[in-house]
Every structure is written in C-alpha cells, then in structure tokens.
C-alpha cells in the first residue's frame, strides 16, 4: 500500500501533466492548420482569413462521407479504410478548393495594393461561412465517435487515448514530410526562392504562378487533414468552428513567426499549452484574453515572432 501511494504522483502534478498533454494535443492540431496561414503569406504576403473557413467545410464534407460509407456499423478493417478514404477525400477537396480561390480570386489581384486581396479574403471567409450554413445549418452536429476512448497509459490519474494518438500519428508525418518537400525537391526550392524573392525568381526561369498555386494546394490539403482529425478528436462541428479555430492557428502562425514553418509549429504548441493551463489555473473565460496578451507582451519585445526574422519590406 505505501508502495502504491509513493509511486502515484500527486494530485497537483497529475493534473499539470494531464494539461500539458491536452495542450500538445490541441496545439498540434493547431500547427497544422497555422502551417496553411504560414505557407501563403510567406510567399505572397497575403494573410488568407479565408483558411479557418476551408477547414471548417473539410469538415462537413468529412461528416457527410462518414454517413454515406456508414462508417458508424462498420468493421473494424472497413472503419480503417473508410477513415484513410475520408482522410484523402477531404484534403482534396480542400485542396482543390483553395486552389480553384486562388485562381479565380487572388491571382487577378496579384498586382493590387495589398489591401485589396486582404478584403477579398475576408469576404470569401463570408462566402464559405455562407455555403457552410446552406449544407449544414447553423447548430452544431455531432461528429460520429468512431475512434476509441480507452486510456493507453494504464493510469487512473492521466489519460492519453486512441484519439489522442491518432492526432499525432497523423499531424506529425505530414509535418515531416511537408519540411522534407520544402527543402529538398526542386519545387520546394521554387517556393523558397519565391518566398524570397518573386522577381528574382521568375527572372531565374521559376513559374512563380505555378509554385503559389502549389502553395495553395498543399495549405488547403493540411486544412482537410485537420478537419477530419479535428473532428474525430471533438466529436463536434458547426459553421462557425473556422472563425474560432481560424484564429487560434493565426496567432500561432503569427507567435512562431509568420512565413517560418517550425515557427508555426512552435507557435501552434504554445497557443495549445497556454490554453490549457490557462482554462485549469486562470479559468475557461479568461483563456483567450490570456492568449492574446502574451501574444502582445511577446510581439512587443520581439516583432517578428518567435523564431522569425526581420526583413526588409517590400515596395
């Protein structure tokens, strides 16, 4: 009995571990929606408002497949294939979602003062919250618990799940293999030249259309992946799931250092822990004003983010 009682750790300490654990969930899934916000204004300085709500129908569209392939009395081989097959699904209709946006609404405006696709971004925002709305109505549904909820960790004080690990089972590789892409194909170098310099870039033979478009692609992609896991991980979607969530990954976009992919990450993973411990230590209603004040005391003392750099600015 005194051997069990010197190995369980303390209530206090479990319960700063078990928000941290909650916090690197939540801030990864995080991150990977923060890299969609990071990816396009890196290249073109444009911050998309429009990425929150992409993620947003990626899960409606994700829901509606989960009910057409009957997902919910399916074995265990066909829930498997079905989830890699809503997976793949919604991150290309993200995909190519955001890249149809692109072509028919910021590559016109390429050339425009900045302002102008800025406004533009915010209303094609509107217009998916409004297409979200027409196929899913405006209350929130509930997202089929498909995944199981059994502790892995063995413990009766710290929880760890399936659907915790799925989140990272999936996030993680396709982080890696984002990071992979950038530095070492020749159209990740592309995109960093670019991102670098667009002038240069075209003068050097590189179809600058072509790698934003690309961009584009990849960001709605990793918006779709988030959707889905976001949605088997809450088991609760709405319309308006992509305002809130949108914001959380700008900040961290913004926190890691904008136009930085670890920064993103990075940023994604503190918004994350701050939120949890803040909602365990300062309360629920206070989180997001703590969230953004450290955002402000940080951006302070170090404008461009955690691990970005300054730059000059283009004119």
Not at 64 to 83: E, I, R
Not at 175 to 188: E, K, S, W
Not at 270 to 289: C, F, H
Request: net charge positive; with cysteine; glycine share 12%.
């Amino acid at each position: 009995m005194l051997t069990l009682l010197a190995a369980a750790p303390p209530d206090g300490l479990a319960i700063f571990v078990q928000q941290l654990l909650n916090g690197l969930t939540t801030g990864t899934l995080f991150a990977l929606i923060a890299i969609g916000y990071t990816m396009v204004y890196g290249i073109i300085e444009l911050i998309n408002f429009a990425h929150g709500d992409l993620f947003m129908l990626g899960s409606f569209l994700a829901l509606t497949l989960v009910g057409w392939l009957g997902l919910v009395a399916a074995s265990t081989f066909g829930l498997a294939v079905g989830l890699l097959l809503v997976l793949f699904l919604s991150m290309a209709f993200c995909a190519g979602l955001n890249l149809t946006v692109d072509r028919l609404v910021y590559r016109p405006l390429r050339n425009a003062p900045k302002l102008t696709p800025l406004v533009s971004a915010i209303g094609v925002s509107f217009v998916f919250m409004g297409i979200g709305q027409l196929w899913k109505g405006v209350a929130d549904l509930n997202f089929p618990d498909l995944l199981s909820n059994q502790n892995l960790l063995g413990s009766d004080t710290l929880r760890f799940t399936f659907k915790d690990m799925m989140v990272y089972v999936v996030t993680v590789p396709l982080m890696v293999g984002l990071t992979v892409f950038v530095r070492f194909t020749r159209l990740g170098k592309g995109m960093r030249a670019t991102a670098q310099n667009p002038v240069a870039a075209r003068l050097m033979g590189i179809d600058a259309d072509r790698v934003i478009g690309v961009t584009f692609a990849i960001g709605g992609a990793l918006a779709g992946a988030a959707s889905v896991i976001y949605g088997l991980h809450i088991n609760t979607v709405s319309f308006q799931m992509g305002y809130q969530n949108g914001l959380y990954a700008f900040t961290a976009a913004v926190l890691g250092g904008i136009g930085n992919l670890p920064g993103a990450v990075l940023g994604g993973i503190v918004i994350g822990l701050v939120r949890s411990l803040g909602s365990q230590y300062v309360g629920e209603k206070w989180t997001s004003a703590l969230v953004f004040a450290i955002l402000i005391v940080l951006l302070v003392f170090r404008p461009s983010g955690l691990l970005g750099t300054r730059t000059r600015e283009k004119v």
